[in-house]
């Protein structure tokens, strides 16, 4: 019965997934503005549900370490295995706005999360490492400024494709909360089962802890990520990715800052750097491949690093 929850959980992600691509980018085209603001906050917001729910869970329940852990490894996976593997079987194109503003502008996120969260080891400010509630609060209005400027700047809508589903707007909406739905409990069922089913099998809690429960999270934004490239939806599939690390830490962390301060005690200095990595590596691409696009053979070098960085974690097990 877990091996067939499991293969249910992963029929509702990759249906889920196929319904939020259609549906998204049909609301896009109707609402006039381009896929990739559309991946930048309808499902960039969706497909962060799992973690602000496993976050404000924790927080809630007095473990709100689990917050800070929760999202630094969610957006470490977006970037280095989502994205990496996204660009190797679909090269992910970059167009000047993202290169001049969208990934500069989520580095800035980054830089002011490890600013603010390391305030002690890099500045000497306060006796230890950790999100304030003053912190959170700018977290939350910059959060706020993002949404309104992407809405106001989104360029309008490519015409429509061959392949364009010609969708009434009502049928396009169900279809994204249908898919949104289907990717949160299709991940959710699929995280439990393979749970279980790595208890059964003897393996350790630690190592399902940093496999299976630190990836499942990031289930939607691999999903919708890979069957947006597949169909030729590649904006919206960087969008996505760019969305939901931005809306991890402006919103979720955020909010989880607002309701208790966040300690960063269990963040290495090597978690840090993977993840300021992560992001410069999506900027040098953006200047460095030959056709704007991050290439199949960059998104092999993210994905070999996102394998060092987990065997890195194997180690200190």
């Given at each position: 019965?877990?091996?067939?929850?499991?293969?249910?959980?992963?029929?509702?992600?990759?249906?889920?997934?196929?319904?939020?691509?259609?549906?998204?980018?049909s609301?896009?085209?109707?609402?006039?503005?381009?896929?990739?603001?559309?991946?930048?906050?309808?499902?960039?917001?969706?497909?962060?549900?799992?973690?602000?729910?496993?976050?404000?869970?924790?927080?809630?329940?007095?473990?709100?370490?689990?917050?800070?852990?929760?999202?630094?490894?969610?957006?470490?996976f977006?970037?280095?295995?989502?994205?990496?593997?996204?660009?190797?079987?679909?090269?992910?194109?970059?167009?000047?706005?993202?290169?001049?503003?969208?990934?500069?502008?989520?580095?800035?996120?980054?830089?002011?999360?490890?600013?603010?969260?390391?305030?002690?080891?890099?500045?000497?400010?306060?006796?230890?490492?950790?999100?304030?509630?003053?912190?959170?609060a700018?977290?939350?209005?910059?959060?706020?400024?993002?949404?309104?400027?992407?809405?106001?700047?989104?360029?309008?809508?490519?015409?429509?494709?061959?392949?364009?589903?010609?969708?009434?707007l009502?049928?396009a909406?169900?279809?994204?909360?249908?898919?949104?739905?289907?990717?949160?409990?299709?991940?959710?069922?699929?995280?439990?089962?393979?749970t279980?089913?790595a208890?059964?099998?003897?393996?350790?809690d630690?190592?399902?802890?940093?496999?299976?429960?630190?990836?499942?999270?990031?289930?939607p934004?691999?999903?919708?990520?890979?069957?947006?490239?597949?169909?030729?939806?590649?904006?919206?599939?960087?969008?996505?990715?760019?969305?939901?690390?931005?809306?991890?830490?402006?919103?979720?962390?955020?909010?989880?800052?607002?309701?208790?301060?966040?300690?960063?005690?269990?963040?290495?200095?090597?978690?840090?750097?993977?993840?300021?990595?992560?992001?410069?590596?999506?900027?040098?691409?953006?200047?460095?491949?030959?056709?704007?696009?991050?290439?199949?053979?960059?998104?092999?070098?993210?994905?070999?690093?996102?394998?060092?960085?987990?065997?890195?974690?194997?180690?200190?097990?």
């Open positions: 019965m877990t091996i067939i929850w499991l293969l249910v959980g992963l029929g509702l992600i990759v249906l889920g997934a196929d319904w939020l691509v259609d549906g998204a980018s609301i896009a085209r109707k609402a006039g503005v381009s896929e990739f603001v559309i991946g930048l906050t309808i499902v960039g917001f969706g497909t962060s549900c799992p973690e602000l729910v496993v976050s404000l869970t924790g927080v809630l329940e007095g473990n709100a370490d689990i917050a800070i852990g929760n999202v630094i490894g969610s957006n470490i977006n970037v280095l295995f989502i994205l990496g593997l996204t660009a190797l079987i679909c090269p992910v194109s970059m167009s000047r706005e993202n290169r001049k503003k969208d990934i500069p502008l989520t580095i800035v996120v980054t830089v002011m999360l490890l600013a603010f969260g390391l305030d002690s080891t890099l500045w000497g400010a306060g006796p230890a490492d950790r999100l304030s509630r003053l912190e959170g700018i977290f939350l209005a910059a959060f706020a400024a993002y949404i309104m400027e992407s809405f106001l700047t989104g360029k309008p809508a490519s015409e429509e494709s061959a392949d364009s589903k010609n969708l009434k009502w049928m909406v169900l279809l994204v909360l249908s898919g949104l739905a289907g990717l949160i409990y299709g991940g959710n069922l699929f995280v439990e089962s393979a279980k089913l208890r059964v099998l003897g393996v350790s630690k190592f399902i802890a940093v496999t299976i429960l630190a990836g499942g999270t990031s289930l934004e691999l999903a919708t990520s890979l069957v947006a490239a597949l169909k030729g939806r590649d904006q919206l599939a960087l969008g996505n990715i760019l969305g939901s690390n931005v809306f991890n830490i402006l919103l979720i962390l955020g909010s989880s800052a607002l309701i208790t301060p966040l300690s960063f005690a269990s963040i290495t200095n090597v978690d840090a750097l993977v993840l300021l990595l992560s992001m410069l590596l999506l900027l040098i691409w953006a200047y460095t491949g030959r056709r704007e696009r991050i290439d199949r053979l960059e998104g092999a070098i993210m994905l070999l690093l996102f394998g060092a960085y987990y065997t890195y974690l194997f180690i200190r097990l």
